[in-house]
């Protein structure tokens, strides 16, 4: 089975320290599950879904150097798949996200000091 989500939407900043960070957003999109369903004769079909899809969660973000961090996501992604006989039905499901999060435009400190 596999899982192809688009999701849009705005990320709210709800603590920005100099070392962690925390966010919360709300997505909207849609999602693509495929994957082998039962069929009639006791073997196997493969079907597709594509229906909206909606997320919602939040994350924590820890600065390891100023070009660098690392990012735990937490969020529940509501989307459609198959059921055991068949049937289309609206599912959520908790996702995990780890991250390493390169900040574009931050300089690279030197290890060597100008003298």
């Known amino acids: 089975m596999?899982?192809?989500s688009y999701l849009f939407g705005p990320t709210f900043s709800l603590w920005n320290g100099n070392a962690v960070s925390a966010y919360?957003?709300?997505?909207?999109?849609g999602a693509r599950v495929a994957g082998p369903i039962p069929n009639g004769s006791g073997g196997l079909s493969t079907g597709y879904v594509h229906y909206p899809a909606l997320d919602f969660g939040g994350s924590a973000e820890y600065r390891l150097s100023p070009a660098f961090g690392f990012r735990v996501t937490i969020d529940c992604l509501h989307?459609?798949?198959f059921n055991s006989s068949g049937a289309i039905r609206g599912q959520n499901d908790l996702r995990?996200?780890?991250s390493i999060v390169y900040y574009l435009g931050e300089?690279?400190?030197s290890?060597?000091?100008?003298e």
């Open 2 to 4: 596999d899982v192809l």
């Open 107 to 109: 300089p690279r400190r």
């Open 24 to 29: 919360a957003h709300v997505l909207a999109g």
């Open 111 to 114: 290890r060597h000091r100008p």
């Open 96 to 98: 995990v996200v780890n």
């Open 79 to 81: 989307d459609h798949f």
